[in-house]
């Protein structure tokens, strides 16, 4: 899965975000005070400002290379007074005195996102809006969501450039509960059952079907776990296209 730095030849910019982006940027809501962590060049939350969309932007970065792009960025749009720049591991580029209300986490595998949200508990107040849109590791995503009281509120599968992506957003909502299907399909997305959410789901079918031929043929054993995990994935999805 390409993250955001493979779309740069797109000529995407402050002006012109992918439409990833676009259908993350409708998630944060109206006026907030948003915390992009792993900004890259800054183009959500410049974007927005330059709508009138949000209030003030923090854009956090972890390397040196996209911090000073997306610093760059801030700068040639005027918004200094608006964006605060942090070279930060994670949600430690967020400060109480922020008053973050919205968190967007994008173009990053679903793991890495669980680890951010992991790791940077203590930086949350549970009063924001998540936007995430993991390239692909949806599962964990899910997984820490419910485990620390988040309710799924929205989830939204797109087709871009020959990848699917899937933006899940979430508010802290006190205890809820997914069965296994829903953390690997998604609640929303089950019910919804978008063209694209079948499209994706039939492709990964063929893909398991094709791993389990594989396992059947191969000269050394496969842990028998791991043939039973793959088996019941594709009997999952099975069901959920019959």
Same mark, same amino acid.
């Given at each position: 899965?390409?993250?955001?730095?493979?779309?740069?030849?797109?000529? $995407?910019?402050? +002006?012109?975000?992918?439409?990833?982006?676009?259908?993350? %940027? @409708?998630?944060? =809501? #109206?006026?907030?005070?948003? !915390?992009?962590?792993?900004?890259?060049?800054?183009?959500?939350?410049?974007?927005?400002?330059?709508?009138?969309?949000?209030?003030?932007?923090?854009?956090?970065?972890?390397?040196?290379?996209?911090?000073?792009?997306?610093?760059?960025?801030?700068?040639?749009?005027? $918004?200094?007074? +608006?964006?605060?720049?942090?070279?930060?591991?994670?949600? %430690? @580029?967020?400060? =109480? #005195?922020?008053?973050?209300? !919205?968190?967007?986490?994008?173009?990053?595998?679903?793991?890495?996102?669980?680890?951010?949200?992991?790791?940077?508990?203590?930086?949350?107040?549970?009063?924001?809006?998540?936007?995430?849109?993991?390239?692909?590791?949806?599962?964990?995503?899910?997984?820490?969501?419910?485990?620390?009281?988040?309710?799924?509120?929205?989830?939204?599968?797109?087709?871009?450039?020959?990848?699917?992506?899937?933006?899940?957003?979430?508010?802290?909502?006190?205890?809820?509960?997914?069965?296994?299907?829903?953390?690997?399909?998604?609640?929303?997305?089950?019910?919804?059952?978008?063209?694209?959410?079948?499209?994706?789901?039939?492709?990964?079918?063929?893909?398991?079907?094709?791993?389990?031929?594989?396992?059947?043929?191969?000269?050394?054993?496969?842990?028998?776990?791991?043939?039973?995990?793959?088996?019941?994935?594709?009997?999952?999805?099975?069901?959920?296209?019959?």
């Amino acid at each position: 899965m390409p993250d955001v730095a493979g779309e740069k030849g797109l000529q $995407l910019n402050e +002006q012109t975000l992918s439409m990833r982006l676009e259908r993350v %940027a @409708a998630q944060v =809501p #109206a006026g907030a005070r948003l !915390a992009d962590i792993g900004s890259d060049h800054a183009y959500l939350p410049v974007a927005l400002l330059r709508r009138g969309a949000i209030a003030a932007a923090v854009a956090g970065e972890v390397a040196l290379t996209p911090f000073s792009a997306a610093q760059r960025t801030v700068r040639d749009n005027g $918004l200094e007074q +608006q964006v605060s720049v942090r070279l930060a591991n994670g949600l %430690a @580029a967020i400060e =109480p #005195a922020d008053g973050i209300s !919205a968190i967007s986490i994008c173009g990053m595998g679903g793991e890495t996102i669980r680890d951010i949200l992991d790791s940077g508990k203590a930086h949350l107040n549970g009063q924001e809006r998540l936007i995430l849109q993991p390239n692909g590791g949806e599962q964990p995503v899910r997984l820490w969501l419910m485990e620390n009281g988040y309710r799924i509120l929205c989830e939204e599968i797109l087709r871009e450039n020959r990848f699917d992506y899937e933006i899940i957003v979430a508010e802290r909502a006190g205890p809820v509960t997914y069965s296994a299907e829903q953390l690997y399909f998604g609640p929303l997305q089950m019910q919804a059952r978008s063209p694209a959410f079948l499209a994706k789901w039939q492709s990964i079918l063929r893909r398991k079907q094709q791993t389990l031929a594989n396992f059947a043929r191969a000269r050394h054993a496969v842990p028998e776990a791991k043939v039973q995990q793959v088996a019941r994935q594709a009997r999952w999805i099975t069901e959920l296209l019959a």
